[in-house]
């Protein structure tokens, strides 16, 4: 029998998860010498390569002195957490990645915290050990205290550790002495992470991911805790409610490489993939036919933000997107709901339009964008943090915020954060830079991270993760300068535009399209303000038209998908497109919008 190791690499947005699997990828001689495979090879959608960052946990095995290797790549923000703990499941061991200067982030903690739990033996890798001002000794001190702080026994604080430059290709023991390979990292792991244990009995897989192919259907994904699986052996399929459906197998795969292979059989402690079994579930079972046991299902945490989904009504619906109807918008909800653990989905009043409920701004954003990119056109309202009840109190989810800056910006911060009712938890000094950390509730933080990055030139790095239910703060200031609202439907013009400047900020360009009621900038008082864009100027009997000053306008605001949905307001919508966002009216008409003020 082979022998296997099921590792799991944990580690905070952008501390090198990704490049650090490339690297194995490469060492293990998964491509041939001539092969040119770029960067990030297993981030491989395109929304997850424009922005860096892992969203979907992917697998892979590499082969070592004849030791089988299997990766499994997770992703480091806490809004895809329930990705995160499911993976976790199929792992004896983590590769916990630390940057050599940061240390231990929020998201660090929020993953190693669910590994310690598990039980899991950890290898600490202290990674970018060539950036300047690193500090790897201090960082491994923090990461022990972090570790202390979690409850970590005595065998997983007695972790090894490894240092290097993923970015550089070496990994090394002593950060002090560079090597000219990562093979430090994969001996660590054969070394230190222990085998899967051999379970004899019936067979025991728990789903924790799945796959989907256009000719096979969707395909489990899972560890085979215990026993053994052959093709075409007939097994029981226990739901999370305890009910059980009999299927068969039809196909096993292992992961071999970045690919799968086709296997007759497969033993305890491998990671494979299940064909042929249908009505699964994540969380569900694949048990004996005769006496099925099921495994304990995987906990998930709860939703804390929510959006409203709807059609795109606006008069440039069905331009620009292929899908637009309600039947199109629900159907892939509803195929997301299949994969996406954290997420529900809930439907109201109107036929047109779904509550949908999930991790944080990031995660939802992440479904939107997606869905553009596949042709859909919709509407999304402003994200909303879920409240709940009990015995009487109103509670609201509250984060922990971490913000590293430049000691000069410090001041500022602390009063945009704690005006958003955060409390300062620690201060401390990180070379030229300062750490802080606050405890802030889930609503102060949608629209923040703009209005940060204004206020200290760009220089924060700010990350949350959700810890738990608290009592009500009480009201958050919300953004006071009202919305610039276009009167008429028409084409922006630069000679209108240039008279309406000192009213506010454009969010448009001259030459675009807009409609009425369609949001085009910001205003600089309080209150929404309608304007005309559309004006032309008018030839007069003195002179023509074209002849005139030159029209100076400044650049407009352009926002990104998260950006705009942290900016609107509770009467306001997103118009997702798959050319443009544009930001509206829910009441296109100004005397719709009045009515509707005075009724409040």
């Known amino acids: 029998m082979q022998e296997i190791r099921n590792v799991a690499i944990i580690a905070h947005v952008d501390h090198g998860k990704t490049t650090l699997v490339d690297k194995m990828l490469m060492a293990g001689k998964l491509f041939k010498d001539h092969q040119d495979m770029g960067e990030l090879i297993m981030d491989n959608n395109d929304l997850e390569r424009e922005r860096g960052i892992t969203i979907l946990s992917k697998n892979v095995s590499v082969m070592w002195n004849d030791v089988k290797i299997n990766i499994i790549d997770t992703p480091g923000h806490s809004d895809f957490g329930g990705e995160v703990e499911r993976v976790l499941n199929m792992a004896d061991g983590v590769l916990l990645l630390v940057d050599a200067f940061e240390g231990p982030m929020p998201q660090t903690r929020f993953v190693l915290q669910k590994a310690i739990s598990l039980g899991l033996k950890p290898i600490v890798v202290i990674n970018k050990v060539d950036k300047p001002n690193c500090r790897p000794e201090e960082v491994h001190e923090s990461v022990f205290d972090l570790m202390f702080s979690l409850d970590a026994t005595e065998e997983q604080l007695d972790f090894p550790s490894v240092y290097g430059s993923a970015k550089e290709n070496w990994m090394s023991t002593d950060w002090k002495e ?110 004996d036919f005769e006496n099925p046991e099921p495994l304990e299902p995987i906990a998930i945490d709860e939703p804390t933000m929510s959006m409203l989904f709807t059609i795109n009504n606006s008069p440039f619906f069905g331009k620009e997107g292929k899908m637009v109807t309600s039947r199109h918008i629900k159907d892939r909800l509803d195929k997301e709901l299949e994969k996406n653990l954290a997420l529900r989905v809930e439907d109201t009043e109107s036929a047109d339009a779904w509550n949908v409920y999930g991790r944080g701004v990031l995660h939802l954003s992440v479904l939107i964008e997606t869905m553009r990119r596949e042709g859909y056109e919709l509407q999304v309202g402003q994200p909303r943090v879920i409240i709940k009840e009990e015995l009487g109190e109103k509670l609201e989810p509250v984060e922990d915020l971490t913000i590293d800056l430049p000691e000069e910006h410090s001041g500022k911060a602390i009063e945009m954060v704690t005006q958003r009712k955060g409390e300062l938890k620690t201060m401390e000094k990180k070379g030229e830079r300062v750490h802080l950390e606050f405890n802030i509730p889930s609503r102060g933080i949608i629209g923040l991270r703009s209005n940060m990055l204004t206020a200290t030139q760009g220089e924060a790095i700010m990350a949350h993760r959700f810890i738990e239910f608290q009592p009500w703060k009480g009201p958050i200031e919300k953004r006071i300068n009202g919305s610039l609202i276009v009167i008429e439907s028409g084409t922006s013009i630069a000679y209108g535009m240039d008279k309406l400047q000192d009213r506010g900020k454009f969010f448009i360009e001259p030459g675009e399209d807009v409609y009425m009621g369609q949001v085009v900038g910001e205003n600089n008082r309080e209150g929404d303000l309608t304007i005309n864009v559309t004006k032309a100027k008018k030839m007069s009997n003195m002179r023509s038209s074209g002849a005139d000053d030159k029209v100076k306008l400044a650049p407009p605001i352009k926002f990104t998908l998260e950006e705009a949905l942290e900016y609107i307001q509770g009467d306001e919508y997103v118009e997702v497109t798959p050319k443009s966002i544009r930001l509206r009216k829910i009441l296109l008409l100004e005397h719709e919008r009045k009515r509707a003020s005075k009724q409040e």
């Open 178 to 287: 560079k090597t000219d390979n990562i093979h430090a990292i994969f001996d660590a792991i054969i070394e230190h992470i222990p085998a899967p244990e051999y379970n004899k009995g019936t067979p025991q897989l728990q789903i924790t991911s799945l796959d989907h192919s256009k000719y096979l259907g969707r395909i489990a994904i899972g560890r085979l805790h215990r026993g053994e699986l052959k093709v075409n052996q007939d097994v029981s399929l226990v739901k999370r409610d305890g009910s059980i459906t009999r299927t068969r197998i039809k196909e096993l795969n292992v992961f071999d490489g970045l690919g799968r292979t086709k296997v007759e059989h497969v033993t305890c402690g491998e990671l494979c993939a299940l064909v042929g079994v249908e009505g699964f579930d994540i969380g569900d079972t694949i048990a």
